[in-house]
């Protein structure tokens, strides 16, 4: 321990000997104070707060993350091209235990910084939202600095409804085995559409379990985020819809709310949490008299926050989840400089960043079904060969890289969305034991049996 | 020697190539220039210093740049989230600001797309405004000389504001009617003590309204003179503002829009260009026809017609109504001398005109025919109207002694607006962009106007009203 502990005060003397302590420092201050001096808000102090929080964290990031790679490939590459490493490898110290001291380094240098500029951050807002306005103020606390939990209905599994229609439709009709597929799919899309549609004077329920926020106090405010699509666009784009809570003949534990919605828009409300039955269930039902069919998406029609707990341990939390990313970039960097030079270490680190900013195109890609696109006259693939080599390519890729994008803490807390400690625990396996230990171990495998007498010196 | 001759080869290549390049630039920057692609020299001398830097640092980087932000722009608000835009946007058009339809787009997309996705009025206002902002302080900072950022601009208040499509349009005006009260005052012509502001209030309602609102007195009294009278606290103003300016700034070519906002707006003038109150509790204002716009407009027409003889068939016909109209507003105000010149001027032009005819050249039986439709529609503004008129003629009925005649219109005001208020859908969004103010209010802004000074009534005349009305100049 004393060994490796040695390694990491010594990434840390270097970190301070180049200055480059003190340069982050000065950078990420710079981008913490300054940015939200400069940058343009809707006008609302939550819409202010929403893009600090925003730009100041995704600019701490993007500075954090590229010091973090550039410093991982130097440290080592430069050590084994210098020839420094050679005066630490006749050390009784296995060459394992100085990548790890190095990442470690790196690792403790960016927490440090990250909590650093994150109390900046955290402190401005605080400080800005305390010279508003109390209304103001009592937004801020109730939609953006807090961590706010989401209740929804339970996901319907379509299977069992889908089965017992199709089989019903083979018994009534002769139906060829080339258009099962079909039919069975056109099934699935009725019974869905039976779910999301809701037409006038018909009552759509939502049940949702809530046993776990019971014992909320019953003022305690829930927000139903709402939002709807409607067959016919009307001109004020708005529509009335009522809401009632509870069983729709038992007592009302909570007043009914008609009120005129704008459409393909989320919509928030605000109810007590006197809602919630005594079994812990959130019954919401919701119908309208408009000329119109209303249209609530499955995935997001509707939804509810409630309160789970305070924005200071929540931020935390997000901060957390960032640094496993920077844990990350430290291991691929150091990885790289295990047995390439400074400059292609650099590039390979570079190109592995890309890489993960482009799985966007590469997830629409697979959705798609191809990569060269579609002929329109024939509608099949333009290049069938291409997408039956890189379609499996970019799946896999895809399927590593979402182990590490799956998680969005800039924007959970930009909205006030709680970060559970679930999610920081997933984010530190999934990024940093998983992904990072992979590169980890490649890293300290190949410079244990690197010959480091053979390195190049550049100087 | 064969590496040698290459080497010259290559070099020779490269200058030709650098002199072909050479010999299209120029041509390719005057397309630019003239195309208004291009930030020139001369535009950057006084350009700030973030587009000097966007322009001279990003170089052919812009365009991808702008392309980034378009698309993080487009997909955040596909998921409903604003809070960036105006941000984005102030990049997108700082990248490409004399690309005048991105600055168009950016601005529509808060002001009537964005807007509209939020149910409370003060969210929506704050994005329409935003809009407005970014045309009026940024969009023509860097196309002074572009008819269709003016029109654009134009188009906001004449449409957004000032017509009755969005649900929040009367939250609207009674924004921009306290915005403008707060630069020019309670009077419709209350920027002319701005022209040479002489006491301390009146020189910061004066910077107000330059600075902030980027209007000249000097010019608002140049609309005034060729387009009024006009409330410069109604959208329909400003409006009239920004087009007007426009015509004089920009292209002959690209002018046909700017004209017909100003047609359009001075319309609108003339239907609810008087502003009655603002009723600050219910945030809304409470808006009468312009009757003194009558003449003005059918000159507007005139000059139209001289300017666009192609579409002379078109704006005969919209002269045509408008006059028919003018004619009832008239009429309904008691201003009759006025009402038979121009019925007999649609006499004249029209001879073959179906109302007209059908009303076999009567003007009381016109005027009666117009207010009969006009009970059976929903539209707001013209019922409103005829309350207004009802309900002065009653009061000056009263004033003549002639009691059972205002009771008979007293109470056929009451039915007119029960029959209207009974057509209105029963939502609020529908009573809101519909529905009229109580009788009641309407009926005590009519008793204003004829007790201000300005009405023209004796003081007698008025004491006998309030003693009829049973009130008292104290109440």
Redesign the interface.
Known sequence: MRRLWAIVTLTWKAAFRYRLFWVMLGLLLLAVVGLPVL??????A??FA??VI??TLSSVTALLGMATLWLACGTLARDIEECQIQMIAVKPIPLWQVWLGKWIGLLTLNAVLLAIAGACIAGLIQWRAKHLPPEEQETLRREVLVARGSLKEPPIDFRPIVEREFQRALKEKDIPPADRPFVRQQIEERVKAYYQLVPPGIVRQWIIPAGHVRNLNENEPLHVRV?FYVVRTN????Y?VAWRFGRPTGPRRVPDII????A????EFTIPAAAIEEDGRLIINCTHAEDNVLLFPLEDGLEVLYREGGFGLNFARGLGVILCWLGLMAAIGLAASSFLSFPVAAFFSLTMLILVFSSGSMAASVEEGTIMGVDHETNAPSNPVIDAVMLPVFKGMLAVVNLARSFSPVESL??GRSIPWETLGLAFVQVVLLLGGVFAAVGMIVLSRRELATAQGTS | MNRRLVQYARFIVLVLCLAVAGSVRDALEHQRANMGMAATGVDLKNAPRALVFATVALGGFRGLIANFLWIRMSNLQDQDKYFEMVQLADWITKLQPRLKQVWIHQAWNMAYNISVKFTEPQDRWRWVSRGIELLRDEGLRYNPDQALVYRELAWFFQHKIGQELDDAHMYYKYQWAVTMTRAIGTNRNGYLELIQPATDDARERARFLRQVLKMDPALMKAADEKYGPLDWRLPEASAIYWAMIGLEKSRPADQDSLRRVIYQSTLQSFQHGALLKIDNQKKRVVLGPNPDMVARMVAIYDKMLADEPVKKDMINRAKRNTIRQCVFHLYMNNRMAEARYWFNYLKENWPDDYQVNQSGGDLDTFALRQITEGVGETDRVKTTAILMAYTRTAFLSLIEDEDDRATVLLDMCKRIWQNHQSRVPKDPGSIARLGLEPLSLIQSNVLNQLLAPESGLTPEAKAVLLSKLKLNTTK
């Open positions: 940058l343009k808000d809707d006008g609302t939550r819409g929403q893009i925003t730009y939002k001109e004020s784009g708005s009335i009120k005129s919605m704008a393909e828009s989320v919509v930009s909205t």
